[in-house]
């Protein structure tokens, strides 16, 4: 089996910062792990990935400039640095694993986690 669990979020006020931790665990192939949010009566919306082999990364646009994405392999573990956070940010988070494609679609992604609250406050 495959678990991905995610750790890290919390409550914080408007231009403070998170960090998300996501650690993978089991047997299957990661080609690449992405970060998806979820607000309250939206889709699920891309955040960012990154490629398990070169380490490209990826971004929304909403999360240029104020989030990082980063990856330890050995580890299993993929982290998502939040800076500036905004109210609009409020969403549970989610990370995945990809295992044949860097995507922008939660389709395309096998495996996720839980999730885990962020909530910016104003």
């Known amino acids: 089996q495959a678990q991905l669990v995610e750790s890290g979020g919390g409550l914080v006020q408007a231009g403070g910062s998170l960090r998300l931790s996501c650690t993978a665990s089991?047997?299957?192939?990661?080609?690449?792990m992405g970060w998806f949010r979820q607000a309250p009566g939206k889709e699920r919306m891309f955040v960012a990935a990154?490629?398990?082999?070169?380490?490209?990364?990826f971004y929304a646009d909403s999360a240029k400039g104020r989030f990082t994405i980063s990856r330890d392999n050995a580890k299993n573990t993929v982290t998502l640095q939040m800076s500036s956070l905004k109210p609009e940010d409020t969403a549970v988070y989610y990370c995945?694993?990809?295992?044949?494609?860097?995507?922008?679609?939660?389709?395309?992604?096998?495996?996720w986690g839980q999730g885990t609250q962020v909530t910016v406050s104003s």
């Open positions: 990154i490629s398990w082999t070169d380490g490209n990364t």
């Open positions: 089991g047997s299957f192939v990661t080609y690449a």
């Open positions: 995945a694993s990809a295992g044949g494609v860097v995507s922008e679609s939660p389709r395309d992604y096998n495996y």
